[in-house]
Every structure is written in C-alpha cells, then in structure tokens.
C-alpha cells in the first residue's frame, strides 16, 4: 500500500511554522495608505500603487507620522536592504488546474535547505541523482524542427533515466517554454511512464500582472483587496508569463516590482542537492546553456566555480561574446 502524500498545500502549511519560510513585501506603505488627492494611481518604488499595498503592519509611512512627521516623502528609489521590506507569511501557493502547476511565492532570502526540502517531501522524498539546468536561449530564438525534437528528447530520456530534476527560468518563452512543452507532448505520449520534475525559479516581480492575480485567485485565504490590481489599469505589460507544464514553479519575492533573478537561488539550490549528506546518496549536476547571451555569463561563472559539467548548445547565431568569454576563461 502506497503512503499517504500530503497535499502541496498541506506541505506548504507544516513548512509555514518555520520561521526563516516565510514571503516578503513593500513596506514603505501599508493598506492603510491613501493616494495623494490628485494622484489616485501614484506608484511607490516598489512598483506597486501607494493605495494597493498589502502591509497590515506598521510601515515607514506610519512610523513617521508617530513621530510627528505629517509630511511623509515618498523615497526616491526602493532598497533592497530590509529598510522597505518586510518578511510576511506565505499566503500565496496552490496548484493551478488542469496543467497540475504547483506554484509558491516566497522571500527571495528564504534558505535553499528550505526550498529543496519542500519539493522533496512533495516528491515522495525521492532524492534526484542530477540536477539538469536548463537555460539560456533569447525570448525568440528559433531552433529547427529536427534539432528541437533531439535535444527535448535528450533532455528527458536524461531526466527519466537518471531521476532527474530539471531547472528553468519558469517563464513561458526561450528555453525554458521549449522544455515545458516538450515534457507535455512525451507525456502526452505516453512514452514516460514517470513524471518529470521540471522546477521553474523566477522572480514575482517578473510576472505580470495578470498571472500574479490568477495566482493570489487560486491561492486559500486571500481577502479579496489582495487580489486587486497592484498597478495602474491603464499600464501595458509586454512582461512574462509561467510556462504551465512546470511540475513546480518557485516565485521568489524581493518585495519590489519589475525584478529580475540573479543566478544566486539556482547556485544554492544545485549546491544543496548535490551535497553530500552522510547517507550514501549521490547527486550530479549538468548545466546546458542553449544560445545564451551575456545573461548567462552569471551562471557560467557558479557552474565554472562549483567544477559543473557545461554543454553550449549553439542555435544560428556563428558569434556570441558568450563563447568567447567561455573558452577563454
């Protein structure tokens, strides 16, 4: 008899009573804050409208104004420092339907023991033996018919015969889209019999602002004023989606808007897998990097640094500054 899974959700919940597993957000404002009279979508640095802030707390605005400043000045540019940022629990998670995505939006501080911990309890506490990176490749790259086909099969007869997790950016172009929508096509297929673990990492602040409602709606416990509109309705968004056919996608937040991942999470993430933790279990990571640009060059580096197998996989372009600073290193 198999045994009882939790739920993501339920796994997310038991996860919540750590107190480094929590989510972060502005808090130069509050949702006690007012727009200014006559500028009813004023934005904070952080993005977001004065009036959308989802702080309940105390905020800099607020504390100002005990000591007697009336006149707060909204700051000129958002910290990263925890100076306009606060920890808050996690509220938005869940799993979106039909596709089966499991999503979480967390601080981008959160220890990566934490993270790896969560999606392998959610994984039968089956430890991976390699953790494929897969990424690089320009929002419109092209590969041909036949050379997509090789490498997304390659790419998951890799990750099914050697237990594998894959990492992407999560988002639905480049790269990462061509992976998810080839593991939906094989499994389609049937010619998988398990499911491949395709995890996504990408920003909060990345999304758009569509696909942050759609999550904060699918989530439990939301009140309905966080699941309004956090930008002004008349802003045109040319940002990013999630790629569907991600087994898991992991949002990490900043607390700030239009932000974007640094290698930083992915590094650790690779480096926690692989360690070696006294029970025998070993774990590989391969990285393949397809027609990176100068945005790979941070990836390159950890991988370089933490001794990391590296396939460069070039598409049509005969010259990249990419290559050149690779083989040079």
């Known amino acids: ?5 939790q739920s993501w959700e ?22 006690r804050s007012r727009h200014p009279a006559n500028d009813p979508d004023k934005l904070c640095p952080c993005g977001r409208m004065i009036r959308r802030h989802s702080l309940l707390g105390d905020c800099l605005e607020s504390t100002e104004a005990k000591r007697g400043n009336t006149e707060f000045q909204t700051p000129d540019r958002f910290l990263d420092g925890k100076k306009h940022s606060v920890e808050v629990p996690v509220n938005v998670f869940g799993t979106l339907q039909p596709s089966g995505c499991k999503f979480l939006r967390i601080d981008a501080r959160s220890p990566m023991e934490n993270i790896f911990q969560l999606i392998l309890e959610d994984c039968g506490k089956q430890k991976p033996a390699l953790i494929l990176s897969v990424y690089g490749g320009a929002k ?12 997304i099969r390659g790419v998951i007869d890799a990750a099914t015969m050697a237990n594998a997790w894959i990492l992407t950016t999560g988002i639905d172009n480049g790269i990462s889209k061509l992976v998810g929508e080839g593991i939906s096509h094989y499994s389609l297929l049937r010619e998988y019999p398990n499911k491949v673990k395709c995890i996504g990492m990408t920003m909060w602040g990345t999304i758009n602002e569509n696909t942050r409602l759609r999550l904060k709606h699918t989530s439990n416990g939301n009140p309905p004023p966080l699941c309004e509109r956090q930008i002004p309705a008349k802003v045109e968004e040319d940002r990013e989606t999630i790629e569907l056919n991600h087994t898991h996608c992991i949002l990490f937040d900043s607390g700030k808007l239009y932000d974007y991942l640094s290698d930083s999470q992915r590094n650790q993430f690779v480096i926690e897998a692989c360690k070696d933790t006294g029970d025998g279990h070993t774990c590989y ?14 990836i390159l580096e950890n991988d370089i640094t ?5 396939v460069l996989i070039q598409v049509c372009i005969p010259y990249s500054p990419l290559y050149s600073w690779f083989y040079n290193r």
């Open 1 to 5: 008899m198999h045994e009882h899974r």
């Open 140 to 151: 419109y790259f092209t590969m041909a018919e036949r050379l997509e086909k090789e490498f």
């Open 10 to 31: 339920d796994l997310i919940i038991k996860h919540s009573g750590c107190p480094k597993f929590k989510s972060r957000t502005c808090c130069i404002y509050n949702s």
């Open 306 to 310: 933490g001794k990391r197998p590296i």
């Open 285 to 298: 990571a391969v990285t393949i990097i397809v027609e990176g640009g100068t945005g790979s060059l941070e």
